[in-house]
């Protein structure tokens, strides 16, 4: 079956510009999560949704990010005013639950980068 | 806060070598421990998972037990194939927070050479 799908894969945008990531999940997970591989932080946990709703926005680094989740299924991770340093790899993952022993399925990634 | 930390790479192999990663982590309560593997040009893929101690997670010829005594959950295998480079990522869910948030160690990464 269909795995986690990511677009772009890949994004260029000018320091300043406002830019939307999309994922679509694997049909029927309820829960969907955004992390970022960066070359200095590492992969970083940004947002955790169950549904539509986000209980837990704690990773998101400052108030340009925001993310939505609509119908259970697409999400989409916009960053205003881009800067350089939110320059990195956008991964998404879904999985059926939540809960610590699920297993989180993860899209190939958005490359993103800030001139 | 949680906290996983693993070996420093690059580690490089000869072609059927042992290879062990070392992965140690700091959390609350139970966590479940996860191996992430991540090959050129490709996605992040679970490699294997223990959800409680003692527990063994096994694939492809790779193994970890999860070592509540040493906080630890070392990967090992016993014969590694040049199709085993790649970057490989421990990782921790249950711990602060949201229950089922990942929370990743640096990377290794290895490579094998014939």
């Known amino acids: 079956g269909a795995g986690v799908s990511q677009s772009p894969s890949n994004k260029v945008t000018e320091k300043g510009k406002d830019v939307e990531l999309r994922c679509d999940p694997i049909?029927?997970?309820?829960?969907l999560y955004w992390y970022r591989q960066s070359l200095g932080q590492g992969l970083e946990f940004l947002i955790y949704?169950?549904?539509?709703?986000?209980?837990?926005k704690s990773g998101l680094p400052s108030d340009r990010f925001s993310a939505e989740r609509t119908g259970g299924s697409v999400s989409t991770l916009t960053i205003q005013r881009t800067q350089q340093e939110d320059s990195a790899v956008y991964l998404c993952?879904?999985?059926?639950?939540?809960?610590?022993?699920?297993?989180?399925?993860f899209g190939p990634g958005t490359r993103l980068l800030v001139l | 806060g949680d906290s996983v930390t693993q070996m420093e790479g690059p580690v490089t192999l000869s072609e059927e070598a042992f290879l062990t990663i070392n992965c140690t982590y700091t959390a609350t309560g139970y966590p479940s421990l996860f191996w992430y593997v991540q090959y050129p040009g490709e996605g992040l893929q679970l490699l294997l998972k223990a959800t409680k101690a003692d527990d063994k997670g096994s694939n492809k010829g790779f193994e970890a037990t999860y070592r509540k005594e040493t906080t630890s959950f070392h990967l090992e295998k016993g014969s590694v194939q040049v199709s085993d480079s790649a970057v490989y990522f421990c990782?921790?869910?249950?711990?602060?927070?949201?229950?089922?948030?990942?929370?990743f160690g640096t990377g290794t990464r290895l490579q094998v050479t014939l």
């Open positions: 993952a879904s999985s059926f639950f939540r809960g610590k022993q699920e297993t989180q399925y």
């Open positions: 990782a921790l869910s249950g711990g602060t927070g949201t229950a089922s948030k990942l929370t």
């Open positions: 949704f169950q549904g539509n709703s986000a209980p837990d």
């Open positions: 049909s029927g997970h309820t829960a």
